[in-house]
């Protein structure tokens, strides 16, 4: 079946500017996160969604940084006037349940976002 | 803190001789405990992971991980490498009352022909 979707794969931006990163789950699936991989600081959790609850939002760097999901489905990631430190790959992930520990996640291909 | 490290940063192996990509952990609880792989320009693809019972966990593309209580260690293993195993793997924990992964540095697989 279809996998975690994300657009664009690739965005070239200028500081200052705003972005907004999409992220299509697996259909089902009731849990889904954003995470960043970038040179300096790995791979790290940004935000998490789990059905209509409120999102985890530890992850957010900074107040720049937003994320919604409509109808429990489509996530979308915003980044209001953009840094160069925000050049990175964003990575989407959806796990089928209740975001039981032992559930697996499933990643997207990631937006590799340059802010220039 | 709980956390996973990987201390290679790369690992080479030549084609046909057996892999190890090394993973530690410090987590409070019962470790839950993942591997992924990602090729370039790919996102992360999951391999295996422990949860509880048999410590010897075999996963996709015939990779398998022992877990090791005593040594806090979650050590990747194949017997026999390919060259299209080369990719960057990242070992993860999920920590107790936390939904969101937890991600080793990442350790680069080389794999000569």
């Known amino acids: 079946g279809a996998g975690v979707s994300q657009s664009p794969s690739n965005k070239v931006t200028e500081k200052g500017k705003d972005v907004e990163l999409r992220c299509d789950p697996i259909?089902?699936?009731?849990?889904l996160y954003w995470y960043r991989q970038s040179l300096g600081q790995g791979l790290e959790f940004l935000i998490y969604f789990q059905g209509n609850s409120a999102p985890d939002k530890s992850g957010l760097p900074s107040d720049r940084f937003s994320a919604e999901r409509t109808g429990g489905s489509v996530s979308t990631l915003t980044i209001q006037r953009t840094q160069q430190e925000d050049s990175a790959v964003y990575l989407c992930?959806?796990?089928?349940?209740?975001?039981?520990?032992?559930?697996?996640?499933?990643f997207g291909p990631g937006t590799r976002l340059l802010v220039l | 803190a709980q956390s996973v490290a990987q201390p290679e940063d790369q690992v080479n192996v030549a084609e046909g001789n057996p892999l190890t990509v090394k993973c530690t952990y410090s987590?409070?609880?019962?470790?839950?405990l993942f591997w992924y792989v990602q090729y370039p320009n790919r996102g992360l693809q999951f391999l295996l992971k422990?949860?509880?019972?048999?410590?010897l966990v075999k996963g996709s593309y015939g990779f398998e991980a022992e877990f090791n209580k005593s040594q806090t260690s979650f050590h990747l293993k194949k017997p026999s490498a390919l060259v299209s195993d080369s990719a960057l793997y990242f070992c993860a924990v999920r920590p107790t009352g936390r939904r969101a992964l937890t991600f080793g540095s990442g350790t680069r697989l080389q794999v000569q022909p």
């Open positions: 987590v409070s609880g019962n470790p839950y």
């Open positions: 259909s089902g699936h009731t849990a």
């Open positions: 992930a959806s796990s089928p349940r209740t975001g039981d520990p032992q559930e697996t996640q499933y």
């Open positions: 422990y949860i509880t019972g048999d410590n």
